[in-house]
C-alpha cells in the first residue's frame, strides 16, 4: 500500500463505523442489482453503520478491468447527477460478485473510494480464502457474498461491529416493508397465539395444505399430514384438498415466507377448515442437499397468523438432515414444527 493511501486508509479506521458511506449498486451476473445492494446495506447496518446512503446512479463498469476500476468510479463519482449524493462528502464502495448459477461465487471483490475519488481499500476473494469459505463458500448467494464483502471491509479498516446495531435503522425498515413482515403490534399478537396454541397442542386440531414444490409433481397433502402428525401428535391431522397455493418466486426468502402466510390466508377465506389450525410450507432443494429453502406457517382456521419458520443451509437442522427431495422437506418442515410448537 502506497503512504498516501494508507493514509487514507487511516483517515477511514479513524472515522469509524459513523463514516458516510456511499453503496453503489452491486454488480453481480453482469448487471448492477439493487436489491443486492439492499442487502448489503442492511448487514453494515446490523454492524453499526448509521450512515449509509445507496446510489441514485449505477456505476457502469462491464467493460473495465478491475485494476482499472478506481479510476473509472472517480470519475464517474464527479460526474453523477443527484444532490443528495453531492450534498456532503462520504466515501463510496462498489462491490462485484463473480461466477454463475451452476457453479456459484468464483469471486467477490470490493473497492472503497473517498470524497475525491482516491483510492482507499481493494479487496478481491476467491474460494481458496478463509473469509470466503466462511462465507460465500458456506453460503453461495448474494447474501453470503455480501456478508464476504461487510467482513473484509471490518477487517480492512479496522472497525469492531457495534452491538445490537442501528436501531430501528432504515434498511431494516425498508426490508420489512419488503418482505411483509408484520408489524410489531401483529408480532405481539403472534406470539400471543403461539403461546395459547402450545398450551392446548395436545387437544389442538391442525389442517394441511399441500407443500409449495417447484418440481409441480408428487405433492400429496395426505403424506404431508401424516408426516405433521408424528411429530406433533395430539389430535388429528387432516389434509385440505383441492388447494394448491402458489409463491412467486424470488431471492428474498423472509418475503417468500410472508408470501406463503398470505396465500394460506386467502385460500382459508374462500374454503373453510373445521380443524382449529392450518399449515403451509413451501420447500425447494438443490440435489445433493446442500443449499434450499423450507418456510412453514401456522395459522388459525380464521388465518390469523400463529408461526412463520424459515430454514435453509445456514440452519443446523436443515444441514444436518440435507434434504434432497419433497419428502425429506416434508420431514425437515415437521420436525422444525416439532422444535417450534413443543
Same mark, same amino acid.
Given at each position: 500500500?502506497?503512504?498516501?493511501?494508507?493514509?487514507?486508509?487511516?483517515?477511514?479506521?479513524?472515522?469509524?463505523?459513523?463514516?458516510?458511506?456511499?453503496?453503489?449498486?452491486? =454488480?453481480?451476473?453482469?448487471?448492477?442489482?439493487?436489491?443486492?445492494?439492499?442487502?448489503?446495506?442492511?448487514?453494515?447496518?446490523?454492524?453499526?453503520?448509521?450512515?449509509?446512503?445507496?446510489?441514485?446512479?449505477?456505476?457502469?463498469?462491464?467493460?473495465?478491468?478491475?485494476?482499472?476500476?478506481?479510476?473509472?468510479?472517480?470519475? /464517474?463519482?464527479?460526474? =453523477?447527477?443527484?444532490?443528495?449524493?453531492?450534498?456532503?462528502?462520504? /466515501?463510496?464502495?462498489?462491490?462485484?460478485?463473480?461466477?454463475?448459477?451452476?457453479?456459484?461465487?468464483?469471486?467477490?471483490? +470490493?473497492?472503497?473510494?473517498?470524497?475525491?475519488?482516491?483510492?482507499?481499500?481493494?479487496?478481491? @476473494?476467491?474460494?481458496?480464502?478463509?473469509?470466503?469459505?466462511?462465507?460465500?463458500?458456506?453460503?453461495?448467494?448474494?447474501?453470503?457474498?455480501?456478508?464476504?464483502?461487510?467482513?473484509?471491509?471490518?477487517?480492512?479498516?479496522?472497525?469492531?461491529?457495534?452491538?445490537?446495531?442501528?436501531?430501528?435503522?432504515?434498511?431494516?425498515?425498508?426490508?420489512?416493508?419488503?418482505?411483509?413482515?408484520?408489524?410489531?403490534?401483529?408480532?405481539?399478537?403472534?406470539?400471543?397465539?403461539?403461546?395459547?396454541?402450545?398450551?392446548?397442542?395436545?387437544?389442538?386440531?391442525?389442517?394441511? +395444505?399441500?407443500?409449495?414444490?417447484?418440481?409441480?409433481?408428487?405433492?400429496?397433502?395426505?403424506?404431508?399430514? @401424516?408426516?405433521?402428525?408424528?411429530?406433533?401428535?395430539?389430535?388429528?391431522?387432516?389434509?385440505?384438498?383441492?388447494?394448491?397455493?402458489?409463491?412467486?418466486?424470488?431471492?428474498?426468502?423472509?418475503?417468500?415466507?410472508?408470501?406463503?402466510?398470505?396465500?394460506?390466508?386467502?385460500?382459508?377465506?374462500? @374454503?373453510?377448515?373445521?380443524?382449529?389450525?392450518?399449515?403451509?410450507?413451501?420447500?425447494?432443494?438443490?440435489?445433493?442437499?446442500? /443449499?434450499?429453502?423450507?418456510?412453514?406457517?401456522?395459522?388459525?382456521?380464521?388465518?390469523?397468523?400463529?408461526?412463520?419458520?424459515?430454514?435453509?443451509?445456514?440452519?443446523?437442522? +436443515?444441514?444436518? =438432515?440435507?434434504?434432497?427431495?419433497?419428502?425429506?422437506?416434508?420431514?425437515?418442515?415437521?420436525?422444525?414444527?416439532?422444535?417450534?410448537?413443543?
Amino acid at each position: 500500500v502506497e503512504p498516501a493511501q494508507a493514509a487514507r486508509r487511516t483517515s477511514l479506521h479513524a472515522a469509524g463505523v459513523k463514516a458516510p458511506l456511499l453503496l453503489m449498486p452491486v =454488480r453481480l451476473l453482469g448487471r448492477t442489482d439493487p436489491n443486492v445492494t439492499e442487502v448489503l446495506g442492511l448487514l453494515l447496518e446490523q454492524r453499526g453503520m448509521p450512515d449509509l446512503q445507496v446510489a441514485t446512479t449505477a456505476f457502469e463498469a462491464k467493460d473495465t478491468a478491475w485494476d482499472a476500476v478506481p479510476a473509472a468510479l472517480a470519475a /464517474h463519482l464527479r460526474t =453523477r447527477g443527484g444532490a443528495a449524493e453531492q450534498a456532503a462528502p462520504r /466515501h463510496a464502495l462498489y462491490a462485484e460478485f463473480l461466477g454463475d448459477p451452476k457453479r456459484g461465487p468464483t469471486e467477490v471483490r +470490493f473497492v472503497v473510494v473517498d470524497a475525491q475519488g482516491e483510492l482507499v481499500l481493494a479487496d478481491r @476473494q476467491k474460494p481458496a480464502d478463509a473469509a470466503f469459505r466462511r462465507t460465500a463458500g458456506r453460503d453461495p448467494d448474494p447474501l453470503g457474498c455480501s456478508q464476504l464483502v461487510v467482513e473484509r471491509l471490518f477487517e480492512l479498516a479496522d472497525w469492531q461491529p457495534v452491538a445490537g446495531g442501528v436501531p430501528n435503522g432504515p434498511f431494516a425498515a425498508r426490508w420489512q416493508r419488503k418482505s411483509g413482515m408484520p408489524d410489531a403490534t401483529e408480532r405481539a399478537a403472534m406470539q400471543q397465539r403461539l403461546t395459547a396454541l402450545r398450551a392446548k397442542l395436545a387437544e389442538a386440531s391442525f389442517a394441511v +395444505f399441500a407443500p409449495v414444490w417447484p418440481e409441480g409433481k408428487e405433492v400429496d397433502a395426505a403424506r404431508f399430514a @401424516q408426516t405433521v402428525q408424528v411429530e406433533l401428535g395430539g389430535k388429528a391431522v387432516a389434509p385440505i384438498a383441492g388447494a394448491a397455493l402458489t409463491v412467486p418466486p424470488g431471492s428474498n426468502q423472509q418475503k417468500r415466507l410472508f408470501d406463503l402466510a398470505a396465500a394460506a390466508k386467502a385460500a382459508l377465506g374462500k @374454503q373453510a377448515i373445521t380443524a382449529d389450525y392450518a399449515i403451509a410450507a413451501e420447500l425447494g432443494f438443490s440435489k445433493d442437499g446442500k /443449499h434450499g429453502l423450507a418456510n412453514v406457517v401456522v395459522l388459525t382456521k380464521a388465518g390469523e397468523l400463529v408461526l412463520a419458520d424459515f430454514l435453509n443451509d445456514q440452519h443446523e437442522l +436443515f444441514a444436518r =438432515r440435507s434434504p434432497k427431495n419433497l419428502v425429506d422437506g416434508e420431514q425437515l418442515v415437521a420436525a422444525k414444527l416439532r422444535q417450534s410448537l413443543r
